[in-house]
């Protein structure tokens, strides 16, 4: 007995004792929990009233299950996967709300969930309403999860994705965003729940998009940290991405003319928004820009041209010295003299909004070069590249020059690199010139004149059909023309193999009406025919790989490899030159269209180019024949 309530007695002072030893934790949680603490770090995050809204319903459900809602949570789980496979929607629908009244704060829960039903579940359905209506619920369900996760950027993204992507670039695109444009109304759920309108505004999914987008960045902002799921410079990219594939969609659908330059232009001011923004790169501890003044880059390019010129011109010296021959003296003098030009010229271009943009370590070394640009100011590019003591104390005091201008351009060196790195990461100055460009008169009507065939030749009409293909490839031509960087980017290749290639594409056209449609002289596929071939490798390349193939026998002796590997060095080779003859002759083509030549013009200078090549080549082999058989005799 005495035992017994000796026990008793140490148990309840235990207890007493924990409970003493806890009170100071209690009363610091209860304190971090208050009004002022939250106030001053908005950052921590210790009850549901600081994550977001408080559903009373799912606290007393937590409240109730304790330490049992891990295994309730994962019951639900298994469950609401079997409903999937069996196509118990409505039941599908109801488990998933179980799930997130278990698990309310765990951010992952609701973006699976709304993936799930967006992409998966959608995915099940072949009628496009239905096909719509999950992507819509999984969009409803992600909207929900961003009202009680008020502390993450994360799902305001993805509900901004689901709009761009799963509505915008769907198979059934067109079908999607005009459903999505026309859901104004009230409607009842799987559950029996009236919901509210999901597009009360008659928003364009893109314009949805970006408005989330947005609130995705300015949730960022306010917890003043990078985004946990992407790049930073990538994920602050898609307001802007938002704006350039309405103005896409929106031609793709037949809206020209001031509407579609519009939009771009709206799409460039966004774009711009986006690229003045300065990234923080943590590993390196700097920031960076996508965009600068026109100036700065200009002197940034000016300083780089300079460095490359020096480097190529001293380095040649230092491996093979000075040459012997007054020829190879003269091309090492014409170095010298872009060198110096270009260093100089980069030095006086850099001004205080240059400067702004580098280390401040930048500025000194910047005016050290500046102040010793005596040593090269009257130095003779001919001495420079002359034996002797006079062209020994010339190049001694080029190199003392160089010296501190690359202190000076390392600093650039380091900007350009991460502005070109952070820029690849989202395209940056092909979406920035893309935008310019598509604002252009010839561009805006040449999109028209490709929609209109397209149309004419959906509904027969082959003749119109042709005219209107026509007037926007000579158009198009000469956009390409004008635009060097664009006649040679991927994009624009794809693009233009769909136009001429595609189902409704010109070649097929021209197939229909039974004329000539020989890609490589075909009078307006010409120009194209590098981009509409640029993804199709010569044959010789098929030939190489079959012998690379046949180089795996190991009973081949050491000879025959020999032999099979110079003939696919031979082959490659000459695959790369057909690739590249393919692509200079398009571009001459698209030049001359850009200076106002017509693509029938063209056509008859190429023809009369490639008879005169064939003349040449047979009077080749006939003269290599003749001496041949001379020699023979």
Not at 172 to 199: C, V
Not at 459 to 475: P, T
Not at 476 to 500: K, P, S, Y
Request: net charge neutral; hydrophobic share 40%.
């Amino acid at each position: 007995m005495r035992r017994s309530l000796l026990r008793k007695i140490v148990l309840m002072i235990g207890i007493l004792a924990c409970f003493v030893a806890t009170w100071p934790a209690r009363l610091a949680i209860e304190y971090m929990r208050s009004e002022e603490y939250q106030k001053q770090h908005p950052e921590v995050h210790l009850s549901q009233a600081t994550l977001g809204n408080v559903d009373p319903t799912n606290a007393a459900v937590l409240l109730i299950l304790g330490g049992l809602r891990g295994v309730a949570a994962n019951y639900l789980w298994v469950r609401a996967e079997e409903l999937q496979k069996n196509h118990r929607w409505s039941e599908l629908a109801l488990e998933v709300d179980r799930i997130i009244k278990l698990q309310p704060h765990f951010v992952s829960v609701w973006r699976f969930q709304s993936w799930n039903l967006a992409y998966n579940v959608s995915a099940e359905w072949d009628q496009v309403n239905d096909k719509y209506y999950w992507i819509r619920e999984g969009i409803r369900f992600a909207q929900r999860g961003t009202e009680v996760n008020q502390h993450e950027e994360t799902l305001s993204w993805w509900t901004g994705w689901c709009y761009f992507h799963k509505i915008g670039k769907a198979d059934e695109a067109r079908l999607l965003r005009e459903l999505f444009r026309e859901d104004t109304e009230p409607e009842i759920d799987a559950r029996g729940i009236q919901q509210p309108p999901f597009n009360p505004k008659q928003l364009d999914n893109y314009e949805a998009a970006e408005i989330w987008f947005v609130r995705a960045e300015q949730k960022l902002d306010e917890l003043n940290r990078p985004p946990r799921q992407m790049a930073e410079v990538a994920f602050r990219s898609y307001p802007g991405h938002a704006r350039i594939q309405l103005a896409i969609a929106s031609e793709n659908e037949g809206q020209f003319g001031d509407e579609a330059a519009r939009r771009w232009s709206s799409a460039l001011e966004r774009w711009l928004q986006f690229g003045a923004r300065e990234y923080y790169v943590r590993h390196v501890k700097r920031s960076v820009r996508l965009d600068y003044r026109p100036e700065v880059f200009a002197a940034f390019n000016r300083a780089r041209i300079g460095q490359s010129y020096a480097y190529a011109t001293l380095r040649s010296i230092d491996q093979s010295g000075i040459p012997e021959s007054a020829e190879a003296r003269k091309a090492l003098a014409d170095g010298f003299k872009l060198a110096l030009r270009n260093m100089q010229d980069a030095l006086g271009m850099v001004n205080r909004a240059v400067l702004r943009e580098l280390p401040a370590e930048a500025a000194q070394a910047y005016e050290a070069a500046k102040a010793n640009i005596s040593l090269v100011a009257n130095l003779d590019p001919e001495l420079l590249a002359s034996p002797g003591p006079q062209g020994e104390e010339a190049r001694r005091q080029f190199r003392e020059f160089h010296r501190l201008y690359y202190e000076f351009y390392k600093y650039v060196d380091e900007e350009l690199f991460w502005n070109q790195k952070y820029g690849g990461l989202v395209n940056y100055r092909y979406w920035k010139n893309r935008c310019i460009v598509e604002m252009e008169p010839d561009t805006l009507q040449a999109r028209e004149f490709f929609y209109r065939a397209q149309r004419a030749f959906e509904e027969g009409d082959l003749v119109a059909a042709k005219e209107y293909f026509e007037q926007g490839l000579q158009l198009w031509a000469a956009v390409l023309g004008r635009n060097r960087w664009l006649a040679v980017d991927d994009q624009t290749a794809e693009e233009t193999h769909e136009l001429i290639m595609g189902p409704l594409g010109y070649h097929r056209l021209l197939r229909q009406l039974d004329e000539p449609a020989d890609p490589a002289t075909h009078p307006y596929i010409a120009p194209f025919y590098y981009l509409i071939d640029k993804f199709v490798p010569p044959e010789q390349y098929e030939q190489a790989m079959k012998l690379g193939a046949r180089l795996q026998n190991r009973r081949l002796s050491d000879e025959e490899k020999r032999r099979l590997q110079q003939e696919m060095f031979r082959l490659v080779k000459e695959g790369e030159k057909i690739k590249e003859q393919r692509k200079q002759r398009s571009l001459r083509m698209l030049e001359r269209a850009g200076q106002g030549a017509s693509l029938e013009e063209l056509a008859r200078e190429f023809r009369l180019g490639e008879s005169q090549e064939k003349q040449a080549e047979q009077q080749e082999q006939s003269e290599s024949s003749n001496a041949a058989s001379r020699g023979g005799k």
